[in-house]
Structure formats: structure tokens, C-alpha cells
């Protein structure tokens, strides 16, 4: 919900606004607040009509009585946990940004995984690393708020909007519970940034608003992806579609080199260059290495998938009863991300249901997934785009695949079902502040 406060109202009183109030004088706003209580906790943002006189409390205990201590909060943060964090910066006098999840410490409820701060690292200055500015974002539906103070608690956000005078109260269901969504501009090397347009994730877009890959006028460089494991992010969908691993029908030799420029991405940010390589195995022997120097993406592994849908753990659900591992897993190995077995979707128990829909961030924008369990379907590709490739064989002439149904799947490398989702890896150090 978000509250206009400019609306005009005659008279002079105080008006309920969701367990919070607006008061007007003569029809002018003098002052508002806005409640929501998660887990029987009350937090509270009240402002009066001076932009430095905010209040944030948490069961009535104050979080900040002002932007300027707001900004205390931030900047202690940034003393505590940055300095040691990013101590490789010794020497160095610059802005930088960095995403509260890479703290790697707990960090206070109050701030969100998904939030920024952007802070100066100066080794003459005392202390040496001050938060400058900080925008903790979330979204709501298709729409990013960012330059806000943000009281976090899990899944829910009070939020006043500093720049547009507008309120925010808002408790949104985490999209997924199991990942985090991150927005970044891999043409411009911007993290956070905040104009994306759900055009950007039809399938077979890149970014490159000048490039082929553009189909509308509202595309822009700016790409949704899910941050799975340390630095790790993949797209939501399938930049290429329709793709072959590799005409040959073998697998012996990897993915075919014409099936791997797909990955280089010549539009986006030199800063994503790689130089690592991934080992191909059939059993313990090694069928091939793919090199990644040059290519600004990477595939995702097939062990990858099953290390986040959790079937590299040994339970009585996992394929044969044993820890999945893409070396030793055969054909018949193949996996519902929600049964961790051969169970589809319609006959899977409630609760298996639900850990599949909360991995649809997996299998998001491919034909037909909102029936397994995705929470955004492509319905306009019925060729091509059932899922995406993985760069792990299995036999030899298939490659693990994931698909639009909600599986760890087999697929026969020259067919032309798969798509290309690319794997970047981030540092905080390389992007643009």
C-alpha cells in the first residue's frame, strides 16, 4: 500500500490511515504514522511536516527520532562490520556499495538482506569507513522503492519514502522464501538499480536495450536475478532460447563452442569477464573442461541444483534413496524439486507442493511452469523455452537440464528444448557506486 499524501482533505482533524493516522490542518498534512505488527511486534514510522523530524520505533522502543541518527544507525553498521570486511581497501579513498547479506555477520533485524549501503573507505580519515548514503529496498509486486528508511522484520516493511513524501506500509510476502532477489545492470555495472519493467524478463532478452534482443519499448538494462550462494546470481530467464548443447549428439567433448559463445555477452560490463573453468565428469573419469576465459556468464551445475533443492542430502525422498552427485547420478536419476523424486507436481503431497513452489525461482519464465509451481510463466514460446541447460552430462549424448515442470532432467544434447540462463558472479568491489 502506498499513500499519497498530498491527497487533499478538507478540515483539520486526524484521519485513520491502517492502524496509523494523517493530520491535517485546513486541509495541508501536518503530520501521519503507519503501524504494522509482525509477530506481535509493532513497528511505527511517524513524521510530522519537517523532513528532519522522523520517528521509528520497534514495540515502542526508539530506532531512530530523525533521518540524521536514521543515518547514525547506518554508519555504525558500517564501522562495525565494514572495516574488517573490507580492509583489502587500505590506502584507498573511494565510495563503494555493499549488500547488507555480504556483511557476512548477523546483522540487526532492522536492516534487510536486500538493502545497500553505500559508504567511503579512507585509510587517513577517522574512522576510516563512513556510511555516505544507504537505500534499503524492497519490492512490492513488479515496483522497487529504494532512498527510504526501512524497518525490516523478515518478510514485512514499514517504510517512509524521503524523497517523494510519500508513505509506505506495506507487509509483502517474500516473491521466494529461499533466495534473494537482487535487480543489477550487468550493461552498466549497476547494482540496485531501479527501473526495471517486467519486459525484462521475457525470454530472450539480454539487456542490451540497443542490441536484437529488444522486442519493446519498455525494456532497459536493468535485469532481475537470484542470488543463490555467496556471489552467485542467476537470470530469471533464458537469454537464448531454442539452443543445441551441442549438434553432434555426443557429450563427450562438452558443450560445443558455438553453444558456449552464447555466453559472452558482448554488451554487458567487462567487469563480469571470467577465467574460471568446470570439469565434466562420468563417474570419476573426466569427459571435458569448459573454460569460461573471456565469457562474461556461466552455466549452472547440476550439482548446483541439487545442493539448493537440497537432494545432495541423503533421505529416504532422493533419487535411489542416496545423496544426489551429478558424477555418479545416471539416467534415471531425474528429480521433481518438490518430491526430490519421480512424484510430478499433481500427485505431490501439499507440503511437497509447497517446497517446489518455493524453488519456482528456479524454474521462473520458462512455457507453461506457473502449472509446477513458478510464480512467472512464458506462454508465448512453446518452442525452445521448456527449460535451460546445465553443464553436467550424464550417459553419453545427454546433459542434466532444468525444466518448466519443476525437474532436475535429462535431455538429449542436440536437442533444441533448452535454453541458456547465465550464472554471473558479482564482487562488491567491482561495481559502479
Given at each position: 500500500m502506498?499513500?499519497?499524501?498530498?491527497?487533499?482533505?478538507s478540515g483539520?482533524?486526524?484521519?485513520?490511515?491502517?492502524?496509523?493516522?494523517?493530520a491535517?490542518?485546513g486541509?495541508?498534512?501536518?503530520?501521519y504514522?503507519?503501524k504494522?505488527?509482525?509477530?506481535?511486534?509493532?513497528y511505527v514510522?511517524?513524521?510530522?511536516?519537517?523532513e528532519?523530524?522522523v520517528?521509528?520505533?520497534?514495540n515502542?522502543?526508539t530506532?531512530?527520532s530523525?533521518?540524521?541518527?536514521?543515518?547514525?544507525v547506518v554508519?555504525?553498521?558500517?564501522?562495525?562490520?565494514?572495516t574488517?570486511?573490507?580492509?583489502?581497501n587500505?590506502?584507498?579513498?573511494?565510495?563503494v556499495?555493499?549488500?547488507?547479506?555480504?556483511?557476512?555477520?548477523?546483522?540487526?533485524?532492522?536492516?534487510?538482506?536486500n538493502?545497500?549501503?553505500?559508504?567511503?573507505?579512507?585509510?587517513?580519515?577517522?574512522?576510516k569507513?563512513?556510511?555516505?548514503e544507504?537505500?534499503?529496498?524492497?519490492?512490492?509486486?513488479?515496483t522497487?522503492?529504494?532512498n527510504?528508511i526501512v524497518?525490516?522484520?523478515?518478510n514485512s516493511?514499514?517504510a517512509?519514502?524521503t524523497t517523494?513524501?510519500t508513505?509506505l506500509?506495506?507487509?509483502?510476502?517474500s516473491e521466494?522464501?529461499?533466495?534473494?532477489?537482487?535487480?543489477y545492470d550487468?550493461?552498466n555495472?549497476?547494482?540496485?538499480?531501479n527501473?526495471?519493467?517486467?519486459?525484462n524478463?521475457?525470454?530472450?532478452y539480454?539487456?542490451?536495450?540497443?542490441?536484437a534482443?529488444?522486442?519493446?519499448?519498455n525494456?532497459?538494462?536493468?535485469l532481475?536475478?537470484?542470488?543463490?550462494?555467496g556471489?552467485?546470481?542467476?537470470?530469471?530467464h533464458?537469454?537464448h532460447?531454442?539452443t543445441?548443447?551441442?549438434s553432434?549428439g555426443?557429450?563427450t567433448?562438452g558443450?560445443s563452442t558455438?553453444?558456449l559463445?552464447?555466453?559472452?555477452y558482448?554488451g554487458?560490463?567487462d567487469t563480469?569477464?571470467?577465467s574460471d573453468?568446470y570439469d565434466?565428469y562420468n563417474g570419476?573419469?573426466?569427459?571435458?573442461t569448459i573454460?569460461y576465459s573471456g565469457?562474461?556468464a556461466?552455466?549452472?551445475?547440476?550439482q548446483?541444483?541439487a545442493d539448493?533443492?537440497?537432494?545432495s542430502?541423503?533421505?529416504t525422498?532422493?533419487?535411489?534413496?542416496i545423496?544426489?552427485?551429478?558424477r555418479?547420478a545416471t539416467?534415471?536419476?531425474y528429480?521433481?524439486?518438490g518430491?526430490?523424486n519421480?512424484?510430478?507436481?499433481?500427485?505431490?503431497?501439499a507440503?511437497?507442493?509447497?517446497?517446489?513452489?518455493?524453488?519456482g525461482?528456479?524454474?521462473d519464465?520458462?512455457?507453461?511452469?506457473n502449472?509446477?509451481g513458478c510464480?512467472?510463466?512464458?506462454s508465448?514460446n512453446?518452442?525452445?523455452n521448456?527449460g535451460?541447460?546445465t553443464s553436467?552430462?550424464?550417459g553419453?549424448y545427454?546433459?542434466?537440464s532444468v525444466s518448466?515442470?519443476g525437474?532436475?532432467d535429462?535431455l538429449?544434447?542436440h536437442?533444441?528444448?533448452?535454453?541458456?540462463r547465465p550464472v554471473i558472479t558479482?564482487?562488491?568491489?567491482d561495481?559502479?557506486s
Open positions: 502506498a499513500l499519497n499524501l498530498a491527497s487533499s482533505k483539520t482533524g486526524l484521519y485513520d490511515v491502517d492502524n496509523g493516522w494523517t491535517y490542518v486541509g495541508s498534512v501536518v503530520g504514522s503507519v504494522v505488527t509482525v509477530e506481535d511486534i509493532d514510522v511517524t513524521k510530522s511536516d519537517s528532519s523530524d520517528l521509528v520505533t520497534k515502542t522502543t530506532i531512530a530523525s533521518i540524521a541518527s536514521a543515518k547514525e554508519n555504525s553498521l558500517a564501522n562495525t562490520y565494514l574488517s570486511a573490507y580492509n583489502a587500505s590506502g584507498n579513498t573511494e565510495t556499495s555493499l549488500k547488507a547479506s555480504e556483511i557476512g555477520v548477523d546483522i540487526p533485524s532492522e536492516m534487510d538482506n538493502s545497500w549501503i553505500y559508504y567511503n573507505y579512507d585509510e587517513n580519515a577517522t574512522p569507513v563512513s556510511a555516505t544507504y537505500s534499503l529496498k524492497f519490492t512490492v509486486g513488479e522497487n522503492y529504494t527510504t524497518v525490516n522484520l523478515k516493511q514499514v517512509l519514502d517523494t513524501n508513505l506500509a506495506q507487509t509483502v510476502p521466494y522464501s529461499n533466495v534473494v532477489t537482487v535487480y550487468p550493461v555495472n549497476i547494482m540496485n538499480c527501473n526495471y519493467h517486467e519486459d524478463s521475457k525470454p530472450g539480454d539487456g542490451v536495450v540497443t542490441g534482443t529488444k522486442t519493446t519499448d525494456q532497459t538494462s536493468c532481475k536475478w537470484y542470488q543463490y550462494s556471489n552467485n546470481m542467476i537470470l530469471d533464458n537469454t532460447i531454442g543445441k548443447w551441442n553432434s555426443s557429450n567433448s558443450p558455438e553453444f559463445n552464447n555466453l559472452s558482448s554487458w560490463s563480469l569477464v571470467r573453468t565434466g570419476e573419469t573426466k569427459k571435458f573454460d565469457k562474461k556461466r552455466l549452472i551445475t547440476a548446483e541444483v539448493i533443492t537440497n537432494a542430502n541423503a533421505t525422498d532422493t533419487p535411489a534413496g545423496a544426489w552427485n551429478e555418479t539416467t534415471s536419476d528429480y521433481y524439486f518430491s526430490l519421480t512424484t510430478a507436481y499433481s500427485s505431490q503431497t507440503a511437497q507442493k509447497s517446497k517446489q513452489e518455493s524453488y525461482w528456479l524454474f519464465n520458462l512455457y507453461g511452469c502449472s509446477y510464480k512467472h510463466n512464458d508465448a512453446s518452442s525452445g521448456y535451460y541447460w553436467s552430462p550424464v553419453d545427454r546433459a542434466w518448466g515442470v525437474t532436475l535429462i538429449n544434447v536437442y533444441t528444448y533448452g535454453g541458456v558479482v564482487l562488491a568491489s561495481i559502479s
